[in-house]
């Protein structure tokens, strides 16, 4: 019984849809096509003729039809810049029947429709203008002219038999643009046979304010042609849209050097040969005067004459590829123009009470979304917070260790061990020798000459008061000897010595200013001397006068020499940044000992 129904429901709406058709199609998809949407519709609604018809009004594209008032009439009809006719429906009814949707979806690429509802106020100026009879259905079909229908059709109910036959013989402007290859073949279709060829004028100009007087003027040399649109089409194409095809024709001896504002005559004989001949004279002379005009358009008419003849072929020939569509747009375009529709569909299917339900959803997402924003936000910036108190913190304890410093300790008592004694293999400890009165002068030169070496791991750098270390320091020299003595130190020559101490090793190395390692000139044979004189002459006291015993006038320098050496305090460390390259180098005299002294306090 189902089945029995739904074949019932098919063969009433198929009749009634198929006779509403343009040419041998429903829309662009085929009767099975049509079929099974029907069936899908008859399974999931209510089967009725004004169920179904407002089922097929959805499925067109919105606004296919647009409604036309006094306010946008003048803006609809003066729209023909985009290649298309324009047709103005006028009826009672509030919408345009399903006919009409039908015939304007098919002639889409070549027809524009408005809707004039002739039963509202705001038409009233329209329908008087054309002298249409809110009685009648009427369609009124405009080329460039606005002023007055190119063709008319007003009956009670117009077939769309009628429809098609009257949109078929007036579906071009008086002056056509080549903007595709469709509008190619329609306006200039091939012709092989010469006793029936079909010559099309093309102005060549550029898409822009400029050249309207041109196509103005050339529309008008069309519309005072002698001959049929059948024989002859005036058009035009845009050179920068359509480059390939004007680069084809602009190839032969006699084509113009700068083709725009010069007219060019066709003859198709397929789809991508044709024949073509130039006209000698440029058409811009003619947009200048009406003697100009005259004079051209009537060689125009003459040229057109004459290779209208069996006899005359056109010179040259070309092999012109397929058009450029102008109309095609692109994936943004496309998303901009749904983005479009959609919105003018909301604004004309929604009412004010849901505007401002919508508008109340629509504020309250926004407030979620700007509360979570904002809550993210302020998270971020306590992470951000939290961060930098971290690096911080990491960089606050780790400073005193990444950046390199130079500590100077104080050798006494209590850290003798860990800067002597206990001193790692292949570590030392470098000791300046300094009292109570230079400390303050002496100090600071030390601490610059041993700051180069601040990141060297294996030295650490100190200090010592004469005035602790003295026995210490008295005891290590005693020790250094071949032979353990009683010696007499004069604490004043100390100041300004520095030791270089390996406490795993048990051995020292010494600066002083007069040093003989350390002095120049006579230096060097004081250092030979000397040596030999510790090496040989052990029973000698004036063998440690060097290193700060107290001389006796028996030394083997002369008093007068002895003079000529002093040293000033603040000179006493002007050699101890070379005398710590020859250290670091194993070029100084070291002097081992068995042990290292107690560090007993004076």
């Known amino acids: 019984m189902g089945i029995f129904i739904n074949d019932v429901y098919l063969k009433s709406n198929i009749t009634m849809t198929v006779p509403i058709k343009c040419g041998d199609q429903i829309l662009d998809f085929g009767q099975e096509n049509f079929r099974s949407i029907l069936l899908e519709k008859a399974s999931s609604s209510i089967m009725s003729v004004s169920g179904n018809v407002k089922f097929l009004r959805n499925k067109f594209p919105y606004k296919l039809i647009p409604n036309i008032n006094n306010n946008n009439i003048n803006k609809f009809l003066s729209g023909w810049t985009d290649n298309r006719i324009r047709a103005l429906i006028f009826e009672k009814k509030e919408s345009p029947r399903l006919r009409y949707l039908l015939v304007g979806f098919h002639y889409r690429d070549r027809v524009a429709f408005g809707f004039v509802h002739t039963e509202n106020s705001e038409t009233e100026t329209i329908a008087a203008k054309y002298k249409v009879s809110s009685d009648m259905s009427t369609l009124l079909l405009f080329n460039e002219n606005s002023e007055k229908p190119m063709a008319s059709v007003s009956m009670k109910d117009i077939p769309s038999e ?79 849209s359509q480059p390939e095809f004007v680069a084809a024709l602009s190839a032969g001896e006699d084509s113009p050097m700068e083709p725009l504002l010069h007219i060019v005559i066709i003859w198709r004989r397929d789809a991508n040969h044709l024949k073509y001949e130039w006209l000698p004279n440029g058409w811009f002379e003619a947009t200048r005067d009406d003697n100009k005009w005259n004079e051209t358009r009537r060689k125009l008419e003459q040229t057109l004459q004459r290779l209208l003849r069996v006899t005359e072929a056109l010179p040259y020939a070309a092999k012109v590829e397929e058009l450029a569509d102008e109309h095609a747009q692109g994936t943004v375009g496309k998303l901009i123009g749904r983005a479009l529709l959609a919105v003018d569909y909301i604004s004309d299917n929604i009412s004010k009470e849901q505007i401002l339900q919508l508008i109340s959803i629509i504020a309250t997402i926004m407030l979620i979304g700007a509360a979570a924003y904002g809550m993210l936000y302020l998270v971020k910036l306590e992470e951000i917070s939290i961060q930098l108190k971290r690096e911080q913190c990491k960089e606050n304890f780790k400073s005193p260790q990444s950046q390199p410093q130079l500590r100077l300790h104080e050798l006494r008592a209590e850290k003798y061990n860990g800067l002597v004694r206990l001193l790692k293999p292949g570590c030392r400890t470098i000791i300046l020798l300094v009292d109570y009165q230079s400390r303050l002068k002496l100090l600071p030169a030390f601490h610059r000459a041993v700051w180069p070496y601040r990141k060297n791991k294996t030295l650490m750098f100190g200090h010592m008061s004469l005035e602790r270390g003295l026995d210490w320091y008295k005891k290590m020299l005693s020790l250094s000897l071949p032979e353990p003595k009683e010696l007499n130190i004069n604490p004043k020559n100390c100041v300004g010595t520095v030791l270089a101490l390996n406490g795993h090793r048990k051995y020292f190395c010494m600066y002083h200013a007069k040093h003989p390692e350390c002095s120049k000139g006579k230096g060097t044979k004081r250092m030979e001397r000397i040596t030999k004189h510790l090496t040989r002459r052990f029973d000698d006291t004036e063998a440690g006068a060097f290193i700060g015993f107290d001389s006796s006038s028996d030394s083997d320098l002369s008093h007068d020499e002895m003079k000529n050496e002093i040293v000033y305090q603040d000179k006493l460390l002007e050699g101890l940044p070379n005398w710590l390259d020859r250290l670091f180098e194993g070029l100084t005299q070291r002097y081992y000992i068995n042990y290292w002294p107690d560090f007993t306090v004076k």
């Open 162 to 240: 009628t429809i098609h036959n009257v949109i078929t013989n007036n579906k071009f402007l008086i002056l056509p643009r080549l903007s595709n290859q469709a509008m190619l073949d329609s306006v200039c279709p091939p012709e092989w046979l010469r006793p029936q060829k079909r010559l099309c004028a093309i102005l060549i100009s550029q898409n822009g304010a400029i050249h309207d007087l041109a196509r103005d003027k050339f529309r008008k040399a069309a519309i005072e042609s002698p001959y049929s649109t059948e024989r002859v089409r005036y058009t035009y194409v845009f050179k920068e």
